[in-house]
């Protein structure tokens, strides 16, 4: 089957340890996720994964995930200007912002990641980004008694995959 679309997967381990492509076998899928990656790497690497983007018609975004396991909330400019550089190089490109998940790090506060969440949607406002609130469907799943994280509470399940997938594809398809 012919692709149809090419899509650039930005991000940490959350990213990179999916098949993509084969979840997505009608579309072409470069997967640059980086374990253990912080929002400050991705800006460090931008530049370069943009470089070699011609030709992506979407870039979805999915990191933050290892500022929270080391306590680092203060990553939001640093997304922000990921961003506007993505929307710069890629001006006819869909940017796509996934919400951080209903991680289990016992040192969050109540209600830390939903405000976190909040603010990435209004970065993916400013910037002509589109925000996927994975959220949502992962606390939907886990209330339907579905296992979407491991038990470190931060990788995901095959059942975790599959519900960030179900929904991006509805995004892709729209």
């Not at 790497?41 to 080391?70: H, K, Q, Y």
């Not at 909330?73 to 922000?80: S, V």
């Amino acid at each position: 089957m012919e692709k149809t679309e090419t899509i650039l997967l930005l991000g940490d381990s959350l990213v990179e340890f999916f098949d993509w492509q084969a979840r997505f076998p009608e579309m072409a899928m470069i997967n640059r996720g980086m374990a253990g990656e912080r929002v400050r790497g991705l800006l460090e690497r931008i530049a370069g994964e943009l470089a070699a983007a011609d030709g992506v018609d979407a870039v979805v975004i999915m990191t933050g995930a290892n500022n929270l396991a080391g306590e680092d909330y203060a990553f939001l400019r640093d997304y922000e200007e990921i961003l506007r550089r993505v929307r710069e190089r890629l001006p006819g490109a869909r940017i796509v912002v996934s919400s951080l998940l209903p991680f289990r790090f016992p040192w969050l506060a109540a209600g830390a990641i939903s405000r976190l969440n909040a603010s990435l949607r209004a970065i993916a406002g400013l910037a002509g980004a589109d925000y996927l609130d994975v959220h949502a469907a992962f606390v939907a799943a886990q209330r339907a008694g579905k296992i979407c994280f491991q038990p470190d509470g931060v990788h995901l399940t095959g059942s975790g995959y599959e519900t960030w997938a179900r929904l991006l594809a509805g995004y892709l398809a729209g």
